[in-house]
Each structure stands twice: as C-alpha cells, then as structure tokens.
C-alpha cells in the first residue's frame, strides 16, 4: 500500500468553504473512482492549514488514478476551477507514506 499525506495551505477565509467542498465533491468523487480518503483533517491552531490522507493499493493503481482523476472533464472544468479559488496551489506539500507493521492503518 501506499499513503500520501497531503498538506494544503488554505486562502484566508476559505476553511469552512473547503472542508464542505471536499467533503461533498472532490472526496465523494475520488472514492467514486476508487481512491480510498482515510482521513481528513483541519489543522487545530492554523485556520489555513487542511490535510488529508489517500490509500492506493500499488503504484499502478495510484498512476492510473491520478490519469483518471485529474485529467476528466469533470476534475478539469469544474473541480480545478473551484479549487484555485481557495488554495496555494504552490503551497501543496504531498507526502508518500509506507506504514510500518504495527501502524493502525494499513
């Protein structure tokens, strides 16, 4: 398995619009390809700070969803449009993650 850990710094003011934004489009729409959103997070003490953590099974899998994903009419036209009205988009920071044996998550 693979795990990304993805970290986005938020335009001032957009939290509230973005948590509802992804919990109502983009995360419905990934899973709806097959991407697994273990979680989603808002940072506790920076009102712009959002991450979420995504499951793939392999590295093909992830490569074949990321072409599914981010190359749609649906992510190009009407996703991506939206999301560059409340994120950094040079704030993205991704991380890769492998779990170790005993993590919760696998």
Not at 36 to 47: C, T
Not at 69 to 89: F, G, H
């Given at each position: 398995m693979i795990f990304e850990l993805r970290q986005y710094r938020l335009k001032p003011g957009q939290r509230e619009r973005w948590v509802k934004w992804m919990e109502e489009k983009i995360i419905?729409?990934?899973?709806?390809?097959?991407?697994?959103?273990?979680?989603?997070?808002?940072?506790?003490?920076?009102?712009?700070?959002y991450v979420w953590i995504r499951r793939f099974a392999s590295e093909q899998e992830r490569l074949r969803l990321y072409?599914?994903?981010?190359?749609?009419?649906?992510?190009?036209?009407?996703?991506?449009?939206?999301?560059?009205?409340?994120?950094?988009?040079?704030?993205?920071?991704?991380?890769?993650?492998?779990?170790?044996?005993?993590s919760a998550i696998q």
């Open positions: 419905p729409y990934q899973e709806s390809l097959g991407v697994a959103v273990l979680g989603s997070f808002v940072a506790e003490e920076d009102p712009d700070v072409t599914e994903m981010y190359e749609s009419p649906t992510w190009l036209n009407e996703i991506k449009p939206v999301n560059d009205s409340m994120i950094i988009r040079e704030k993205i920071q991704v991380t890769r993650l492998l779990a170790t044996p005993k």
